[in-house]
């Protein structure tokens, strides 16, 4: 059983979606995905996780949320079912970010944990949860809600060294939380995000040098790694060049980080999706767009590979 926070949630129930980059249509995709897991006859509530700049709810139609995390964490609203507010789609609901909050860019941990467990509570066939952009820990800590979470990239070296860091801080919080009682260990772990502290940049390395400490501790490590398989999306695709950036993407995840990323599917560069927001609309207002069919080839590729993993397969 993994330790930390993913082990207090049914995760196949809770999807995340991270990226690291900022723009890169994380949002877009969680609304996209909820929405066309929605059309397949789920509940679905969607999570702005993103406490630097929520905006999720523009997304699904909402210009003015009555109410939002800020709410529950602020004491206002105790009980987190209260926070969940309705969208325009049906089968969809919302819990609004945290944005323009003093204080809540940067929640304490108790905080934290009370949204953590309060996530943990709500009640629907799938929780979607936009992650905000950047590496720091409380993104990793949201991410990490799911076992396997939805990194999104495009094709621009940016958002694809992004994507890498955010995808090798994801795994190494997975280790460092094995090993919070052992000071050497995370010391190990710590340092092999800066390569040239550590000497080397293979996670096999890492993990040897972790099993040197402790035999126990490699296997402990090898275990959360070879468990480690997050999906893949890429947007904004305007042609094969940019859909081939999932080859290469996962060929960078594998080679270094030995983790075989598991591809979802790609999204077009579609001025619906650039309609939507400006008119603050869901993506379902354009059902004939090019977008709304590629997300829905994602949200049918999620649901068999959340429907394999709950039997086990
Ligand atoms: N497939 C697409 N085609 C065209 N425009 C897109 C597409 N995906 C996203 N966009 C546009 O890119 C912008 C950023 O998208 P979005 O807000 O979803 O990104 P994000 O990664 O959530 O950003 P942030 O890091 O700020 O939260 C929006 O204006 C959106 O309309
Ligand atoms: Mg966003």
């Given at each position: 059983m993994e330790h930390g926070l993913s082990a207090?949630?049914?995760s196949s129930r809770i999807i995340t979606i991270g990226g690291g980059k900022g723009g890169v249509g994380k949002s877009t995709v969680a609304a996209g995905i909820a929405i066309q897991l929605a059309e397949l006859k789920k509940q679905v509530i969607l999570v702005d996780a993103d406490l630097g700049g929520a905006n999720l709810h523009l997304c699904m139609g909402i210009r003015y949320p009555e109410r939002s995390l800020s709410d529950f964490?602020?004491?206002?609203?105790?009980?987190?079912?209260?926070?969940?507010i309705n969208?325009?789609?049906?089968?969809?609901?919302?819990?609004?970010?945290?944005?323009?909050?003093?204080g809540l860019t940067n929640p304490s941990f108790s905080h934290k944990h009370n949204m953590l467990s309060g996530f943990k509570k709500l009640n629907a066939d799938y929780i979607i949860v936009d992650v905000g952009a950047g590496s720091?820990?409380?993104?990793?800590?949201?991410f990490s809600l799911a076992e396997n979470g939805i990194i999104v990239v495009t094709n621009e070296p940016t958002s694809i060294e992004n994507a890498y860091g955010f995808l090798k801080n994801s795994l190494l919080r997975k280790l460092v939380r094995l090993f919070t009682a052992d000071q050497t260990v995370c010391g190990i772990i710590k340092n092999f995000s800066n390569p040239k502290k550590s000497g080397f940049n293979r996670i096999e390395h890492l993990i040897e040098k972790v099993r040197a400490v402790n035999p126990r501790y490699g296997k402990m490590a090898d275990e959360i790694h070879l468990r480690y398989h997050p999906r893949l999306v890429v947007n904004m695709v305007k042609n094969a060049d940019d859909v081939g950036v999932e080859a290469s993407f996962?060929?960078?995840?594998?080679?270094?980080?030995n983790i075989d990323m598991v591809y979802v599917?790609?999204?077009?560069?579609?001025?619906?999706?650039?309609k939507c927001i400006k008119n603050i609309q869901p993506i379902s207002h354009y059902r004939e767009s090019d977008a709304y069919a590629c997300l829905r080839a994602i949200a049918k590729n999620i649901s068999v590979l959340e429907t394999q993993e709950h039997n086990g397969e």
């Open positions: 207090f949630f049914p964490i602020s004491g206002a609203i105790p009980d987190i079912h209260n926070v969940v969208t325009p789609v049906p089968l969809v609901r919302l819990i609004s970010g945290a944005s323009g909050i003093y720091d820990e409380n993104n990793i800590d949201f996962k060929k960078i995840a594998k080679k270094y980080l599917g790609y999204v077009v560069y579609d001025h619906a999706v650039e």
